[in-house]
């Protein structure tokens, strides 16, 4: 097995060789001038499983060109096998048309992955509708997920917590995480007008003396859900309040927006940030075994 890290995966190729005594590569990424990009590997290819290790957050368009681009070469070179590790995969919660002449960008770029990769592994992906992986991409995918790193954060970090999710579909990282501690939570409501403009609903009272309130999340983008949620929380007596998120892509100076209004931000390292106190790196070597 070869890992090969492409321009977003080099903050964890490396420490998924080391932790699988694999050999590594970086991934030789440029731009001409008019920025079309230049990829070349700098290893040997044939007869190789080379693992490609791309997170997609920035410039998520070149990011999935640069993959595609280095899945063709690889193939071209004589390589057995090529996967894909993304720690961050894009574009998946547009997984319908809910405006006539929408693009399903979910479905299109996972067609994209299916034509030139044998295998993708994805770590804790934004299913809604669909709940598997396996309706989305048609070759062999498998979902990853950092929700045993995040209680166990919890547990070594953060006495007597209570978890909060921020909306509907947040269960399946803030419940299952309650669940893994034994302790309780309590699922909000959101409804989103757009990008920018969230307003967050709690259903039900929950009492929160005593209790270090942890709103748990798969991801943060501009920040609003968490803000909306953290005006609630603190309505309701909170003191301190403390966010985990898998995936920290804080668009637009969102950490220190977060920051500002004295939310304690953890993140995962799926996406390089200020915030990521939560290596995945080892989830990944396992699910790669
Ligand atoms: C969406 O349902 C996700 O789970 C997040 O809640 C959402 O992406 C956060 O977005 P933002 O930070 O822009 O409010």
Redesign the pocket.
């Known amino acids: 097995m070869l890992i090969v890290s492409c321009s977003h995966g080099r903050h964890l190729g490396y420490l998924i060789a080391k932790r699988l005594k694999a050999r590594h590569s970086n991934l030789i990424v440029d731009k001409f001038p008019d920025d079309e990009l230049y990829i070349r590997f700098d290893c040997e290819l044939e007869n190789k499983d080379i693992i490609l290790v791309q997170s997609f957050y920035r410039n998520i368009s070149d990011c999935i060109i640069e993959v595609v681009f280095a899945a063709r070469a690889a193939q071209e070179s004589g390589a057995r096998r090529v996967a894909l590790v993304a720690p961050y995969f894009p574009y998946l919660?547009q997984d319908k048309r809910f405006r006539k002449g929408e693009a399903v960008s979910q479905l299109i770029t996972a067609g994209l992955i299916d034509k030139y990769f044998n295998a993708v592994y994805v770590m804790d992906p934004?299913l809604?509708r669909k709940n598997r992986l396996h309706g989305v991409f048609k070759i062999k995918a498998t979902k990853l997920t950092a929700n045993p790193l995040v209680a166990g954060y919890i547990k070594n970090h953060i006495k007597n917590p209570v978890i909060i999710g921020?909306?509907e579909?947040?269960y399946k990282?803030a419940r299952n995480v309650a669940d893994m501690l034994g302790v309780e939570s309590r699922i909000l409501k959101?409804k989103?007008y757009s990008?920018?403009h969230?307003q967050v609903k709690l259903n039900k009272k929950i009492d929160l003396k005593e209790k270090n309130v942890v709103i748990v999340?798969?991801?943060?983008?501009?920040?609003?859900?968490?803000?909306?949620t953290a005006k609630i929380l603190r309505k309701l007596g909170a003191k301190k309040i403390n966010c985990i998120?898998i995936h920290g892509?804080f668009?637009n100076d969102?950490l220190n927006k977060l920051k500002k209004a004295k939310i304690n931000i953890i993140s995962t390292n799926t996406i390089p940030n200020k915030a990521a106190k939560i290596d995945v790196s080892g989830v990944i070597a396992e699910g790669l075994e």
């Open positions: 919660r934004h809604h921020p909306d579909e947040s990282w959101k989103r990008s920018y969230v999340d798969d991801i943060i983008s501009t920040g609003h859900t968490i803000l909306e998120c892509i668009a969102a």
